[in-house]
Structures are given as structure tokens and as C-alpha cells.
């Protein structure tokens, strides 16, 4: 029993310490800029030495965007997971995955983002992190003992809802000189149902639900 009491504290003491690091990078970013943010910086603000900030993420940006996506695909899996049980699963995942994406970032989180490519980067390459879970959910959804098409579609999913946020988020190219980055003309939510679209009937084959 103390050993798993044990083990509990630790792993509660290694979420609270990354999230420390993470809200830390935000603020710090939003106070003074990404580019003016050191990872010292970071790790003295969240009470770490850097020695500890580098064993949760390997870049400042990594920091900062972990803070604006923090438990999204969690959040993902869980809006999934309360869609109702009678609904098609493409439906369910679609309007899931809209919800979660476009409440956020918005605001001071938004315009950091776009001050940098690197952080932008940093965002659209977070969207991995989705996969996992969503997997596991849509698992839960279609029943049945395949392990790989659950994975097969969140992959997929993953891969539809990168390509819509790098086409919403891209380089300023002839933009207003001091603008790296910009925020596509066309909103957010159309980008990913547009791009989810092309992965709908995949989820329909796999959909017991579906005729």
C-alpha cells in the first residue's frame, strides 16, 4: 500500500510540476515575448531548477504551447465520449473535435502564437497528441475486437485536423513587414470540418451505427 501511495504522490507531483512550467513559459511569454523568455527564465518562475524543466520539455516553445493546449486531446476524448450513444460516430467526432479546437486559443494566446513561426510550428505539431486517446474512445464507440482501425482513424483524424490548422496558420509570405505569421481569412471551424470531411467515410465503414 505505501509503495502505491507512494507511486500516486510522485506522478501527482510531476503533473503539478508541468503545469507549473507550463503556465510559467505562458506568462512569461505573454509578459516580455517568446523571443525575450529564457528557459532559466522559466524554471526559476516555476520554482525548478533547469535541470527539471528539461526532463518535461525540450524547447520554450514547447512550454509556452503545452499551456494553450493543455489536456486538449483529454478534453477531446471526453466531448467524444459525451456525444449521445445513438449519434453516428463521423457526426460525433467531427462536432467533438470542432468544439474543443475552436474555443480556443483566442485573444493574447492567439496573437502569440502568430508572433513566431517556431511557436506556431509548435502548435500544429501538437496536434499528435490527440491521437492516442481519441483512438481509445472511438474504441469504445465501434466495440468489437479490432485494435488497428480505431487507431487507423485517429490517425487519420490527426492527420485532417493538422492540414486544416496549417492552412488556417501560415507564413505571412508578402503580409504587413514585423508579421510572420497570419491567420487565414477563412474561420477555423470550416478549415476542420472541411478536412474531416475526406476522413467522414472511413468513420462511417467503421461505424456499427451506420446503414
Known amino acids: 500500500m505505501a509503495v502505491n501511495e507512494n507511486g500516486g504522490l510522485r506522478e501527482r507531483k510531476k503533473v503539478a510540476t508541468r503545469k507549473a512550467l507550463r503556465e510559467a513559459a ?74 474543443q479546437y475552436t474555443s480556443e486559443p483566442a485573444g493574447d494566446a492567439l496573437t502569440l502564437i502568430t508572433s513566431t513561426p517556431r511557436l506556431c510550428a509548435e502548435f500544429t505539431e501538437a496536434v499528435s497528441a490527440i491521437r492516442q486517446p481519441l483512438a481509445s474512445a472511438i474504441a469504445d464507440r465501434i ?3 479490432d485494435v488497428l482501425a480505431p487507431a487507423v482513424l485517429a490517425a487519420a483524424i490527426s492527420a485532417a485536423v493538422r492540414v486544416a490548422i496549417e492552412h488556417w496558420i501560415r507564413p505571412a509570405g508578402d503580409a504587413p513587414k514585423g508579421l510572420l505569421v497570419v491567420v487565414g481569412e477563412r474561420p477555423l471551424a470550416g478549415l476542420l470540418r472541411e478536412a474531416l470531411a475526406h476522413v467522414e467515410p472511413a468513420l462511417q465503414a467503421a461505424d456499427p451505427r451506420h446503414p
Not at 516580455?32 to 526532463?55: C, K, L
Open 26 to 99: 505562458l506568462r512569461l511569454a505573454l509578459e516580455h515575448g517568446p523571443d525575450n523568455v529564457r528557459v532559466d527564465d522559466i524554471a526559476e518562475a516555476a520554482g525548478v531548477s533547469p535541470r527539471t524543466y528539461n526532463n518535461y520539455f525540450s524547447s520554450r516553445e514547447q512550454a509556452i504551447v503545452a499551456a494553450i493546449n493543455a489536456e486538449r486531446a483529454l478534453r477531446i476524448t471526453a466531448a467524444l465520449r459525451a456525444r449521445p450513444e445513438d449519434e453516428p460516430l463521423a457526426r460525433a467526432v467531427v462536432e467533438a473535435v470542432v468544439e
Open 143 to 145: 466495440g468489437g475486437d
